[in-house]
């Protein structure tokens, strides 16, 4: 157990959908991360927060959005899904407060969309 | 841009047969080179960091080593658990955050 929670486990929603994930660090963690995994493009870098402000930005969908919340929990907005959005979403976490920080994943959100 | 890639795809061993993943990196300044464990449907769980050349890392039957270009996991001895895809992953230094850049892993199977 890497101390990372995400929620829910399992979404299934329809095209155009909106849904929100959510994810809380590792207590003490200030970093928060979020990846998408799908089949042919592995594991893929969204953003990343550090204490509630937006630190790096990867390959993020204009439609997809993130915030981190005071307590430092956060999450990923997911807005007029596509079938192609369809994928595992892992939220990691760091401490932050060092220059190399080792990453600890969650267990998951498994994305579809129909 | 920071690219990662791993060989084999996938990789099927015999319990008790040693060999190696491989994981070449191509990265303007590197931070840190880590290495993961998957099991399906399961969050990758961390299991080095490397951060120079010559570095050597070992936790029970896995040992990684790092040089220039590329990252070797070594598995001595592997047990059928051993099972997982196993993936590598970059940080560079001119990225503003700690993003990683990950390569598509090797499935490993560890047949008794």
């Known amino acids: 157990d890497s101390g990372v929670t995400q929620t829910p486990k399992h979404l299934i929603t329809a095209t155009g959908q909106r849904v929100t994930l959510r994810c809380s660090p590792r207590s003490g963690d200030l970093s928060v991360y979020w990846y998408q995994q799908s089949l042919d493009q592995g594991l893929q870098f969204l953003i990343q927060?550090?204490?509630?402000?937006?630190?790096a930005k990867g390959n993020i969908l204009e439609r997809f959005s993130a915030q981190q919340f005071p307590d430092l929990h956060s999450e990923l907005n997911l807005s007029s899904l596509e079938l192609g959005d369809s994928a595992l979403y892992f939220c990691?976490?760091?401490?932050?407060?060092?220059?190399?920080?080792?990453?600890?994943f969650g267990p998951g959100t498994r994305l579809t969309v129909t | 841009e920071d690219q990662v890639t791993q060989s084999p795809e996938a990789l099927r061993l015999q319990e008790g047969e040693s060999s190696s993943l491989n994981c070449s990196y191509t990265?303007?300044?590197?931070?840190?080179l880590f290495w993961y464990r998957q099991d399906p449907g399961k969050g990758p769980e961390f299991l080095f960091t490397?951060?120079?050349a010559g570095e050597e890392k070992e936790k029970e039957r896995l040992k990684a080593t790092l040089t220039k270009k590329e990252s070797f996991l070594h598995i001595t001895a592997p047990k059928p658990e051993d099972s997982a895809t196993y993936l590598c992953?970059?940080?560079?230094?001119?990225?503003?955050?700690?993003?990683?850049?990950f390569g598509g892993g090797t499935r490993l199977m560890v047949k008794p």
């Open positions: 490397l951060y120079s």
């Open positions: 990265v303007s300044g590197l931070r840190g």
């Open positions: 927060y550090y204490n509630g402000e937006e630190r």
């Open positions: 992953a970059v940080q560079a230094w001119d990225n503003a955050g700690n993003m990683l850049t």
């Open positions: 990691a976490s760091s401490s932050g407060t060092s220059v190399l920080d080792e990453q600890y």
